[in-house]
């Protein structure tokens, strides 16, 4: 059944589908109407939502509640990411599964309450003290914004991680026709118990890659938190070993997942020279522009990222193959994430297009760079 809905509500709709049962937010534009969307889901007392006095407490109640065992969840925008990120860390530290939904505007500080943007792509990836790596997926309209709040909440239980899913204010707020009943979504896996018939080390792990066990605090067995390094009992340590051990972990376990973590579109043109790449508000820009260059008879190919980080470098670097010549990215920010296709695909010419006034590219500013690369290709 097609409906007609905003990103936001989505959002709300993606969360709950996924078992989603305790959420706690602060209100912020353009996020605040997930908090509304979640006040109205439980007034039947199928889960708790929780207004809280400020983005840190509301993300210090969701690592407690998703510690108790709950499916947490909390939506902000670029300044409440910024008061997030030091609970952040402690919920990577504490291995605490977790999903964020940042609904980007214009930055930096409080920036463009009301403009979209979506400067926070490299933010949220290195949101952290040590940059850790942290899964962080982009919307890029209604459907993606339910598919992957959704896929947020199985990686966070596959992974015992938190979760960063990106919108922007103009997916949050704009509505579409959807059918989201239609949308194939994967099984959401339940979370790895701990054993209740023998002792129980709560960061226990056979391999760096490996995921802990995760029992709930209050349960049979007891569990400590903390957000200092710990081993695997959770106790502080200064043993070197054990140090080098635990972070090891919590980077090998999200760089070993790094292929399914992989989530991309691709309508790929063996003829084609130029390659455009998109995530986020952009790709619907991309998608006209290709059709248009297309009806011209300019052979073109597209990539769609959903999973900006771990980069999906297998997937670039298929798309970028032999016959390309270009790559075009347009994105509404200063071309961040230019820099990690110039990384992934060094033998190739990446060409950004920025925008970050608040404004949105339009297909044939997108359509006009082709035209010019293809002209000095023939040359």
Known sequence: MREFLSGNEAIVRGALRAGCNYVAGYPITPASSILNGFVDAFADGSGIVVQAEDEIAAIGQCIAASMCGARAFTATSGPGLSLYSENIG????????LVIVDCQRMGPATGGATSTGEGDVLFARHVTSGSY??????????????RLTYRGFQIAERLRTPVIVLASKDISVTRQTADL??????????????????PFLPYAIDTPADVPLFAPIGGPVRVRVTGSIHDECGLLTIDKAKIARKLTHLNEKIRASAEWLEDVDSDLDPQAKVLIVSYGLPDGAVRDATDLLRAEGVAVSRLTIYSLWPVP???????????????????????????????????VPVHAIARYDGGLIEPMKIVEQVRYLARTIAV
């Not at 402690?90 to 599964?97: D, I, Y």
């Not at 194939?184 to 790895?192: D, G, N, T, Y």
């Not at 298929?318 to 200063?334: C, D, K, M, T, Y």
């Open 90 to 97: 402690f919920a990577q530290m504490v291995e605490a599964p």
């Open 133 to 146: 790596p942290l899964p962080v997926l982009a919307a890029a309209d209604v459907t993606s914004a339910y």
């Open 181 to 198: 009943e239609a949308v194939p979504l994967p099984p959401i896996e339940p979370r790895r118990a701990a054993p209740t018939h023998r």
């Open 313 to 347: 470098e297998r997937a670039l670097r298929q798309a970028a193959g032999p016959s390309i010549r270009h790559v075009v990215i347009p994105e509404l920010n200063l071309g961040l994430y230019a820099e990690e296709l110039r990384r992934v695909i060094p033998h």
